[in-house]
């Protein structure tokens, strides 16, 4: 983002160009630069709803599906009964539709949500006066007047400022406010977090005052920029769409040649041309899988409530699938991995270091001292060091947190685990903090005594003192260069050291000045940090076992970042910052990105080349975001995960799925409801498209054995009418309950599948031919045994009795199918190693199923429709039979290839 490099000397220079006088522009520059600029604000065109909904039909399964609900309702036009196949498919056409319309509606919610981040009016100096005008007026030149709770208007440069401090944590993703200099600051390729004399458009002065210069507005300032990625960030397609597009297009394609085959076959057979045309037209009805589409969005579905009960919340369904097969996950480091709140985990006092647990606003916590919990009590250096942040501080603990600076809080809530209360002591006076004296002192009354407490930076808290304490609390001489040695300890591991002095005054002593704070007593350090969640660490760890590696992302200090990175057990043998990124190409940042995983001090468009450089690689991406810096990282990763309680609404609408409670650990979770929705999928298409491969069997094999066995020339086995029954109630009553199926064990000890693993695979062709071929060839021999006899010399003798045949194999069919979903429980374990009650979903389909198709057979309205008849009772032995081969078939290719495994 270093277009212009407002921050630094070259940039104070460029400023003379845009400022007239230090009392504002005229009026007539103002509106000359609106003309030349353009409005300040972030424009958009919203693409129409119209189109939108068209867009849906651009898919290969819609296509395919509208030309046969055509091809079917005209036939029907014409005479035939096909005006069911023509309802069902017209109906999951436009269900499908309608579901992408409404998902695709929310693509461009991340644009609306940062174009609301803008400030409505802001107040100016224009010709000597401030006035207040909208914000959108503002151009190059302006000067805006600010003051604590202010948000920013724009891009500025600021020139005067006076204890400005500016919460840029949406844009930066830094959780304590920066405080900003009108110094000149030395260096190129600075990330927005490095810029301290800058304002950003969207951010906040939290306290302070000041003014500065306009100096870019618009789709000119960084938010702009980030709603320019945000709009070229064309959300990729998943894992899964990717895998399911080359499904659709093989199987259409395959589906469509026989079709023509068959059609061409019956053709140079000698058989009637309408005749044909039915039967390929059957054909393709009965292979095409039209439920398919339902099917997938109810597994995603169903998952995508799962997730929500473990806290992760679907925006988009595909992406309930994509965190199983996700390899990396680029996680922000504040409040993700971890706390967000700023804990003191060690002090130094009277020369002894102490290690304090508890975490957060939890005001339960030990002091550890040499590997032994010590009372805070009976350790007066300790107790005095704690005293001295507790009371030397401006934040206010509640019941439920408290407010204030994220460091003062820290301090109070250190006191507080020692039982330290507000009540007793009396602030007289206050010396607050200042950048340039970096201290921060007041005068206390307590218990007759008047003392002054101070905090500053270390090098400033030594300069003040001349005595320390022992860890009893006896005085003695001061150690400088120990505690100066000390708090760089502690500066190597992350933690952001303060000293503290106290001094005791006479009872009457009522001012308090700098000259008052000399001779101190140095009361010791406390080092702070936003310390790991338990809970991430744990996650980390489940990752590696499971083949994703975790990618730190922050906007934080590169030492912080590798501290924390340590702790949470994440690869930090290097760090990589903004400003080096920005110095590779593609090809080194390709090669970078799989040996680095800390990346500190980043910029938006950073977090979005490290996404697409390991996508680059083949990896599935799933990328974390609170700020509306993340969006266009979001947007491009194969899964953009928002944070629900810190997040931005832009990040919230930019992403697929969001976390109700910040925590990586429900990432984890979520990767296993992946990987279990991934499976049941799989399920559902290997039990799916070989049933349907048997039904388009049924209806070539009439046609090919037509011509030797006359009973297939007089009708197809089954009517069209009553595959499109088979596979309506098989997708509700037997496919469905599938997805009920409880998660397999292990799921998080194996690594994430291949990404360019195909749907259309050797089990996948196996199991089409073998099982198609078992569930058909019951229905041939059923239609054929019973119904030969209604059949002479090519002439139809006994309608009943072949209506009744065909009404067998309808049934033998379905047995075939209860023969195969049963073992379809599990793709490689079989069914005698499954709980029979443990998916009671499919016991009760199967139920189901049967008195459903009963009443085609007993129902003589629902007979004429679906042609079918009551048969006699003595064919339902052999009827039964037809339960055996499926099983037998899917059960005998399961122990070969278990038997093969264990050879291999």
């Known amino acids: 983002m270093d277009k212009t490099a407002w921050y630094n000397q070259s940039g104070k220079e460029l400023l003379q160009s845009l400022q007239s006088s230090n009392s504002g522009l005229t009026d007539a520059v103002a509106s000359a630069r609106l003309e030349q600029y353009g409005p300040n604000e972030i424009a958009f065109r919203k693409t129409p709803a119209w189109v939108r909904f068209l867009r849906q039909f651009n898919d290969p399964m819609v ?6 609900a055509v091809v079917t309702g005209t036939l029907t036009a014409l005479g035939s009964h096909m005006l069911p196949d023509t309802i069902v498919i017209a109906s999951v056409v436009i269900l499908n539709s309608v579901l992408g319309f409404v998902q695709e509606g929310k693509a461009e919610g991340a644009l609306e949500a940062l174009r609301n981040m803008m400030v409505q009016e802001c107040l100016v100096l224009r010709d000597r006066d401030e ?16 003051e604590g709770g202010d948000k920013i208007p724009a891009d500025v440069r600021f020139i005067e400022v006076s204890n400005s401090h500016v919460d840029e944590s949406s844009l ?8 900003k200099l009108t110094a000149p600051i030395e260096g190129s390729n600075l990330v927005p977090g490095d810029q301290r004399n800058m304002g950003f458009s969207g951010t906040y002065l939290t306290q302070g005052t000041a003014r500065a210069i306009v100096v870019e507005t618009g789709r000119n300032t960084v938010f702009g920029q980030i709603a320019d990625m945000v709009k070229a960030a064309d959300a990729t397609l998943t894992p899964l769409q990717r895998k399911m597009k080359e499904f659709v297009q093989t199987l259409i394609i395959a589906i469509l040649a026989v079709g023509a085959f068959n059609f061409g076959y019956g053709v140079y057979l000698g058989y009637d041309t309408a005749y044909s045309f039915l039967g390929a037209v059957s054909l393709v009805v009965a292979a095409i899988p039209e439920m398919l589409p339902a099917l997938v969005t109810s597994i995603l579905a169903l998952s995508g409530v799962v997730m929500a009960s473990r806290k992760a919340l679907i925006r988009k369904l595909p992406a309930a699938e994509t965190l199983g097969a996700t390899s990396v996950i680029c996680s922000d480091k504040t409040g993700t991995l971890t706390e967000n709140r700023m804990t003191v985990t060690r002090s130094y006092a009277g020369g002894r270091v102490y290690e304090i647990s508890g975490t957060g606003y939890d005001i339960d916590g030990q002091f550890v001292y040499d590997g032994r919990p010590v009372p805070p009590g009976n350790q007066p250096a300790l107790l005095q060091l704690l005293n001295c942040g507790f009371y030397c501080n401006n934040a206010h603990l509640s019941g439920h947190g408290g407010t204030g600076d994220p460091t003062e809080l820290a301090l109070r809530i250190s006191g507080a685990k020692a039982e330290l209360v507000v009540d007793g002591v009396q602030r007289l006076v206050e010396i607050p903090f200042d950048s340039s004296t970096k201290y921060m002192a007041v005068l206390v009354e307590t218990e007759g005594k008047r003392l002054i407490l101070a905090k500053g930076a270390p090098e400033v808290i030594v300069q003040m003192c001349t005595s320390e304490p022992d860890a009893a609390g006896s005085g003695g001489e001061f150690d400088a260069q120990g505690a100066l040695h000390t708090a760089k300890l502690f500066a190597r591991d992350a933690l952001r050291t303060l000293g503290f002095a106290v001094k005791e005054l006479p009872s009457n002593h009522s001012g308090l000045c700098h000259e008052d704070l000399q001779g101190m007593c140095f009361a010791g350090l406390q080092g702070m940090i936003d310390p790991p969640k338990h809970s991430a660490i744990e996650a980390i760890a489940q990752c590696k076992e499971a083949g994703i590696r975790t990618v730190m992302i922050t906007g934080d200090h590169p030492d912080t970042a590798q501290a924390v990175a340590r702790q949470l057990g994440i690869d930090a043998a290097r760090v990589l910052t903004g400003a080096e990124l920005s110095e590779l190409d593609d090809d080194a940042l390709r090669e970078i990105s799989e040996q680095v995983s800390v990346f500190a001090r980043v910029a938006p468009e950073h977090k979005r080349s490290i996404a697409q450089a390991l996508q680059a690689n083949g990896h599935v991406v799933a990328m974390t975001g609170d700020g509306v810096n993340d969006a266009p990282a979001l947007k491009i990763a194969d899964i953009g995960i928002a944070m629900g309680i810190s997040g931005t609404e832009v990040a919230k609408e930019a992403s697929d799925m969001v976390l109700a409670d910040d925590n990586f650990a429900t990432i984890v979770a979520a990767v296993e409801e992946g990987r279990h929705a991934w499976n049941n999928l799989q399920k559902a298409i290997l039990y799916t498209l070989p049933t349907n491969a048997a039904q388009a069997l049924l209806i070539m094999g009439a046609i090919l054995l037509a011509a030797s066995i006359p009973v297939f020339s007089a009708r197809f086995v089954l009517e069209p009418v009553q595959i499109l029954w088979i596979n309506l109630l098989d997708s509700v009553l037997l496919t469905m309950p599938l997805m009920m199926e409880p998660k397999e064990q ?10 360019d693993a195909h749907i259309i695979n050797a089990l996948f062709m196996q199991r089409v031919v073998v099982m198609g071929f078992a569930i ?24 009943l009795l072949l209506t009744q045949a065909q009404t ?11 023969g195969y979903v049963i073992s379809a429980r599990s793709i490689q374990g079989s069914v005698f190693s499954l709980n029979p009650f443990s998916n009671l979903w499919l016991l009760g389909g199967i139920g189901l199923s049967i008195l459903i198709r009963f009443i085609p057979t007993l129902v003589p309205e629902a007979s004429s429709l679906f042609r079918t008849a009551p048969f006699p009772l003595d064919w339902w032995p052999l009827i039964l039979l037809c339960f055996l081969p499926s099983f037998l078939a899917i ?3 399961k122990a070969l290839r278990k038997l093969l495994r264990r050879r291999a």
């Open 63 to 68: 296509i395919i599906l509208l030309v046969t």
């Open 746 to 755: 292990g799921l998080l000890r194996a690594p994430p599948r291949e990404p």
């Open 131 to 146: 006035r207040r005008i909208p914000a959108r007026e503002l151009v190059p030149g302006d000067i805006v007047v600010l």
């Open 776 to 799: 058909a060839t019951p229905g041939f021999l059923l239609y054929y045994y019973f119904g030969a006899a209604a059949v002479s010399n090519g002439v139809i003798v006994d309608e």
């Open 808 to 818: 067998a194999a309808f049934w033998g069919i379905l047995l075939a199918h209860f």
């Open 172 to 179: 930066t993703g830094e959780s304590v406010p920066v405080q």
């Open 891 to 893: 059960e005998g290719d």
